[in-house]
């Protein structure tokens, strides 16, 4: 018998060692063996193995953070849309030829182990998954970080498509258990909701508020190693969630009244349920306010009691601590640090104030006004009496200012003030966020520009330098490394590795575009990829979907600002023209869609409808199915993204100018080497100015041109105008494809004819056709096309979230990297 080798039990990177310590886990972890073991029990052997490494890696981390009194990143989310974390874990520790062995030694097949595990859904999109491309960065360059966030029982729904509508099912994601989290029982935090506020004499004599007959609930954080490239930092995404404080149902339980006692645990335990799933769009639902309310007092709490272990001098705390707000989800953290600093703490408010705006930073993420957080005043007031009294002082102070910056200027008092006037007073949480904090970013240039012209000019006039861009990212260790291995092998082979954490090093590539070899190899690369796809669909959903057609991808959450609905419009200008002239020269497309709505979006559920019914139609008749197809892929998410973006030839963006923020779907495609077909909107606009226009399809209005087109725009001339968008209407609007349903469509007609068409789709169908027609004509030139898909990976670099995160870091947090040994 061999003698165990200490240092590597647990720890070990080598094959032999993971063949092990799967075994130890499958038996004594999870008490089975090989008779009984299920696949799910191998993944989960294996992920305990993978986590194993994590551990002295995270405790190590965390112990030079503190040693070292390292300035730490705070970055507060309702969402983290992190996918899949096995494999990005594994190569993230660099250890995946081992595990390969390993798991083959076992007798088993990674891949099949991979797909056992559940997407962790805890987000809507483009938002969502920000926070987790980021936090992969933060990890990767070194930056003291931590993620807080929300541990929905229930993350976003997953969607069945019947009938060609969606259904939404719940996503039971912790039903099997999740290896990833630790819960840390030892550290609760109270939070209260409701009550009164009296004011009490102090020690000192002083009147003082005290928040008085609230409820309490208790949060309890589940924390999930981070580790970034190298597996030398693991940061810490530490998710809530909420329980019954003991002291909530005491008084039911002394009148002997079990079941109410009871029925308000349930209430307390609802809190961290379910996310909501709405994308960019507000809804003023009183379980959310308590949820964001829950997750940000935890979250300071916890931040407070960690800059104690660090120093005992307030002023320190801007100097130790940086707070990113991811949108305004997380706003209430402006009064409820000043209520920590000010009624818990004994600050001044003066020295509160200072503390909190040079702690805090603010992350707009759109213009589009129905997504803007406004809480009634008497919402707030019944949850968080304090905080009410807290943003009414704020406020004051705040209108002062304005009032001596601009004297007169009475009209924009009101325009910026915190509260809106009227018959139901309103807290704008954007306002409270700007206020509060020491920076205001926008996402994009253009996206930053418009928030400064059109959305905060006032703000904008007042605070000029609290405002600055911050162009997104994605990371490309999920979105190249782990999600296209040939890819991401293929640009190893020719360059080297380095763009694994140096991304703007792809720009090597641009030579190779002229190299008709090494085009060869890119298009195989791409052509496997839609090879693999296929063969998903085919398995998946009995689809055939040859993989020589061009793939024509668009996947994001279902809005009407992104414009699904003028793709599908064209796609029947395209039926049309291909019945009309059957042997018309037409290189076969492919259009793949996958979109979840919001599920109480009707325009957005009828929009998946009339998708599918099109696709039907389309997928069924003799004459056009050999050069059309459309298909609408059930339930997008992480994991389908990986799978989509590798095989796609063209990458839909195509919102209105002056509606996208910035988009991180378009980054992703580019890096994969797609062709974008886009309009100058958020991050396509750099994009552009990164591979040159020439190397994409832009087409359309500019923000500017639909900005003045939507002051006098009748979509009803454009109908007119334009035959092959009219008779394309015109089919879909006859019931063409709800002949059995007749007259469904009738409130698409109705927004886009009489309810003024507010995306300009009619105005911008022509450019886009003809954009569609560049593309048909490129593609029969394999050789030009390769070569602009390989500029187009080539000059991609900019959009890793690593750059953005080091801008972040330097410009808004101030941090420096920590490195652990
Ligand atoms: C990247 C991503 C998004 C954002 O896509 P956009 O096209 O930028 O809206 C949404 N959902 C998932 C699952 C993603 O991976």
Same mark, same amino acid.
């Given at each position: 018998? $061999?003698?165990? =080798? /200490?240092? &590597?039990?647990?720890?070990?990177?080598?094959? %032999?060692?993971?063949?092990?310590?799967?075994?130890?886990?499958?038996?004594?972890?999870?008490?089975?063996?090989?008779?009984?073991? $299920?696949?799910? =029990? /191998?993944? &989960?052997?294996?992920?305990?193995?993978?986590? %194993?490494?994590?551990?002295?890696?995270?405790?190590?981390?965390?112990?030079?953070?503190?040693?070292?009194?390292?300035?730490?990143?705070?970055?507060?989310?309702?969402?983290?849309?992190?996918?899949?974390?096995l494999h990005n874990n594994v190569l993230n520790l660099r250890i995946d030829d081992q595990v390969r062995r390993a798991v083959t030694e076992l007798g088993f097949d990674y891949e099949a182990l991979r797909d056992e595990e559940h997407d962790m859904g805890l987000g809507n999109g483009g938002l969502g998954r920000l926070a987790a491309c980021f936090i992969d960065s933060m990890a990767t360059l070194d930056i003291p970080a931590f993620g807080y966030g929300i541990r929905y029982n229930y993350g976003i729904f997953r969607q069945e498509i019947e009938k060609g509508r969606q259904v939404e099912q719940p996503d039971d994601w912790l039903k099997w258990g999740n290896v990833w989290e630790t819960p840390r029982m030892s550290l609760q935090f109270k939070v209260q909701f409701g009550g009164r506020v009296e004011l009490e004499k102090d020690a000192q004599g002083r009147l003082t508020p005290r928040w008085v007959d609230a409820h309490p609930v208790i949060g309890i954080p589940y924390d999930v190693p981070i580790v970034g490239y190298g597996g030398k930092t693991v940061n810490t995404l530490r998710l809530w969630t909420a329980h019954a404080h003991e002291d909530f149902d005491f008084e039911d339980f002394n009148k002997g009244d079990y079941i109410n006692a009871v029925e308000h645990k349930v209430t307390a335990e609802n809190l961290t349920k379910v996310l909501y799933p709405n994308d960019l769009h507000y809804l003023g639902k009183e379980l959310r306010l308590r949820q964001q309310y829950l997750f940000v007092s935890c979250s300071l709490q916890d931040i407070i009691r960690r800059f104690k272990t660090d120093s005992q001098n307030w002023d320190d705390f801007p100097d130790l601590v940086a707070i990113q707000l991811n949108d305004t989800h997380p706003s209430l953290a402006v009064p409820e640090l000043m209520r920590l600093l000010v009624d818990v703490e004994g600050l001044d408010w003066e020295r509160a104030w200072d503390i909190t705006v040079r702690t805090l930073g603010y992350t707009n993420h759109t213009l589009m006004p129905e997504a803007l957080e406004k809480w009634s005043v008497e919402l707030i007031e019944k949850l968080l009496p304090r905080h009410l009294q807290i943003i009414y002082e704020i406020n004051q102070r705040f209108i002062k200012d304005v009032a001596a910056a601009f004297p007169g200027d009475m009209h924009r008092v009101g325009r910026m003030s915190i509260i809106e006037e009227g018959e139901h007073r309103m807290v704008r949480m954007a306002h409270l966020a700007i206020v509060g904090s020491h920076s205001t970013n926008g996402v994009a240039e253009i996206h930053t520009r418009l928030l400064k012209e059109r959305v905060v000019p006032d703000f904008a006039d007042m605070y000029p330098s609290r405002f600055n861009a911050k162009t997104n990212g994605i990371t490309q260790r999920r979105w190249l490394l782990e999600s296209n291995p040939p890819l991401a092998q293929l640009i190893t082979e020719t360059i080297g590795d380095s763009w694994i954490t140096d991304l703007g090093s792809l720009t090597k590539l641009e030579t190779h575009a002229d190299d008709s070899g090494f085009r060869e190899r890119f298009r195989d690369v791409k052509y496997q990829a839609k090879k693999s796809l296929s063969d998903y669909m085919k398995a998946t959903w009995n689809w055939d979907v040859d993989p020589t057609w061009i793939f024509d991808v668009q996947i994001k959450r279902l809005h009407e600002y992104k414009r699904q609905l003028m793709n599908a419009i064209h796609i029947v200008m395209l039926y049309n023209r291909l019945r009309k002239n059957p042997d018309m020269d037409f290189h076969p497309q492919a259009f793949l869609f996958g979109a979840k709505a919001a599920p109480g979006y009707f325009m957005a559920k009828l929009i998946i409808k009339l998708i599918n019914n099109i696709g039907d139609m389309i997928n069924r008749d003799e004459t056009v199915r050999h050069k059309l197809q459309v298909r609408f892929l059930p339930n997008y998410r992480v994991t389908l993204a990986e799978k989509l973006i590798p095989a796609t030839d063209v990458s839909e963006q195509i919102s209105t100018a002056g509606t996208e923020a910035s988009g991180t779907g378009n980054m992703k495609f580019m890096l994969n080497g797609a062709l974008t077909v886009g309009t100058l909107d958020g991050a396509n606009v750099e994009m552009a100015e990164e591979v040159g226009s020439e190397n994409m399809f832009i087409f359309g209005l500019n923000a500017q041109e639909a900005k003045d087109l939507g002051e006098h725009y009748n979509p009803y001339d454009y109908y007119q105008r334009n035959e092959e968008v009219r008779e394309a209407l015109d089919l879909i609007f006859s019931d063409h494809f709800s002949v059995l349903e007749r007259g469904i469509f009738e409130p698409i007609r109705h927004s886009l004819l009489e309810g003024g068409d507010r995306y300009l789709l009619l105005a911008d169908l022509p450019a886009y056709a003809e954009a569609q027609q560049r593309i048909q004509k490129l593609y029969r030139d394999r050789e030009e096309w390769t070569r602009r898909a390989v500029l187009n990976t080539a000059s991609s670099g900019k959009f890793s979230s690593d750059r953005t995160i080091a801008e972040y870091a330097r410009d808004i947090w101030k941090v420096e990297p920590c490195r652990v040994d």
């Open positions: 018998m $061999t003698a165990i =080798d /200490h240092n &590597q039990v647990r720890r070990g990177m080598d094959a %032999d060692s993971i063949r092990k310590d799967f075994q130890d886990h499958l038996n004594f972890t999870l008490a089975k063996d090989q008779y009984s073991a $299920t696949q799910l =029990d /191998h993944y &989960q052997a294996l992920a305990y193995t993978i986590r %194993d490494r994590l551990i002295d890696r995270w405790l190590t981390t965390q112990q030079t953070h503190h040693q070292r009194k390292a300035k730490r990143v705070y970055y507060l989310s309702l969402e983290f849309l992190m996918g899949r974390v």
